[in-house]
């Protein structure tokens, strides 16, 4: 008998928050989050994205046992944005049991139907930048920070079987950085210099803060046909910087203005921390901290997080100009590898560039719908 019950208390999240914890511990690949980052997702205070989005999560329990969750969202305002009815749910964790997963999913049908929505999709959280997408390829490869939905293949078998079908994919691409700039490159980037573009470089995390609003100012401008982003209001973008701006170098960290100095174009990466992480195993102290800031130094992969170019002139060079600054800075931090972060199917462009540059697809991941 399959009990699914709705997270109501403190005591109900901490159940949520740790169950993957149980699910993965002998998932090699698998790899943890932050416990401390995890609780302020969930807390409504904290967290606003709640503001505009209707939530449900829930617990499912078998034999007295917690085995398995579901977190369903209706973001109301991409809803308005796109024309859509659509409910999402994420951040589902199950072990090998079809009939968990399927009452979890009808939970979580039914209230969309409640809704008067059309379509369930997922898993896709609050906005693109919350884990999206069950893992397809790349099993054996190990996940990287940011990219934390590291499913179980059994998940994509469970969501066919219940009649949910391919909404899009998503491609994790890898490359060697290059010791010598591609001459095309370098030329292109020299190039738009004498246009009047020129790149900020920062050394000092204090150095990028005033830099915040004007780029998520530009992310809410060059997002908007990226699918399941929704704008980032004043106070989300300031809670996403205040998460992960102190993980950050700010030496990835490259901005280009035009000569009215505008803000027109940026790229953020950060060496690969992902062994810190697997060490801390959710917890910052007494050693987590420790292992994370080891993980800097041991570092051989740079990984790109976010990136936008002004829509009107996307074609004039400047992603050269950003990408040209980004390997020389990988160069003298002596990393070799590049990982692309995830890519949308349909982003022809940005595959296209990556491979132009030799990079080949490592990890696959997919969303799914199913119509109500």
Known sequence: MIKIKEVVSKKDLKIFIGLPFE?????????????SDEWKVFDKKKNHSFEHCDT?????????????????IIN?????????KNARFCFAETYDDI???????????????????EKVVGP??????????YLVEGFDDPMTVMVTNCSYPYMIDF????????????????????????????KVAERVQTRGFKILEFNKSKNVRPYVKPVFDLINQTYTDIYGFAPLKDREAKEFSERFLPLLNPEFIKIVADEDEKIVAFVVAMPDISDGFR???????PLGF???????????????????????????????????????????ANLKVLDSHLILEENKKMRALMERLDAIVYKKYRIFEKKL
């Open 124 to 133: 896709l959280g609050f906005s693109d930048k919350d884990p999206q997408g």
């Open 279 to 285: 060490k801390a195993n959710g917890q910052l102290f």
């Open 23 to 35: 699910i993965h511990k002998n998932h090699k690949e698998w790899l943890p989050p932050l416990i």
């Open 99 to 117: 009939e968990v997963y399927h009452a979890l999913l009808k939970t979580i049908e039914d209230w969309a139907k409640e809704n008067r929505m």
């Open 290 to 332: 420790y292992h994370i800031l080891r993980s800097f130094k041991k570092a051989s992969q740079l990984n790109l997080l976010l990136g936008c170019v002004k829509d009107n002139i996307r074609n004039s060079g400047i992603d050269a100009l950003m990408a040209v600054s980004l390997f020389e800075s990988a160069k003298k």
């Open 76 to 84: 109301h305002s991409y809803n308005q944005g796109h024309d859509e």
């Open 56 to 72: 449900k999560l829930l617990l499912a329990e078998k034999n007295n046992k917690v085995v398995g969750r579901i977190m369903g």
């Open 159 to 186: 969501s066919k079987k219940l009649g949910y079908e391919k909404k899009l994919d998503l491609f994790e691409y890898r490359l060697d950085i290059p010791q010598l700039i591609p001459e095309f490159y370098a």
